[in-house]
């Protein structure tokens, strides 16, 4: 296998279908292009885990992810619903985050 060297330091994944997220966190690990991969199961625990590591960090832009990936159709509240939630946050304000929406649907 070719070593890579890692191009983010965080890449948080957010999906409320297990087997989703547990494929994207596969992939991203197989590629090996992030320090850290944090996979959560929904937007307000997305949004939680922001908090605690940027809000709770002062808006440290080490402590924010490089990359979101949301997923579009989830269970109470959809990815862009969460970017309206993200924009107000300290990571926001103090980062250059990459989002990019995830989705298996081909209606979304």
Do not use: W
Not at 8 to 28: K, N
Not at 31 to 58: R, T
Request: glycine share 6%; charged share 15%; proline share 4%.
């Amino acid at each position: 296998m070719i070593q890579r060297t890692h191009q983010y330091r965080q890449i948080l994944i957010i999906d409320d279908d297990p087997a989703s997220l547990f494929l994207a966190r596969m992939t991203l690990e197989d590629m090996q292009i992030a320090q850290e991969i944090n996979p959560v199961q929904s937007a307000g625990e997305g949004l939680n885990f922001l908090k605690v590591k940027c809000i709770n960090g002062q808006g440290d832009e080490e402590n924010c992810p490089d990359l979101i990936l949301p997923g579009i159709n989830m269970t109470g509240m959809y990815g862009f619903e969460f970017l309206d939630h993200y924009v107000n946050t300290a990571c926001h304000a103090a980062s250059a985050t990459l989002i990019v929406m995830l989705t298996t649907s081909s209606h979304a």
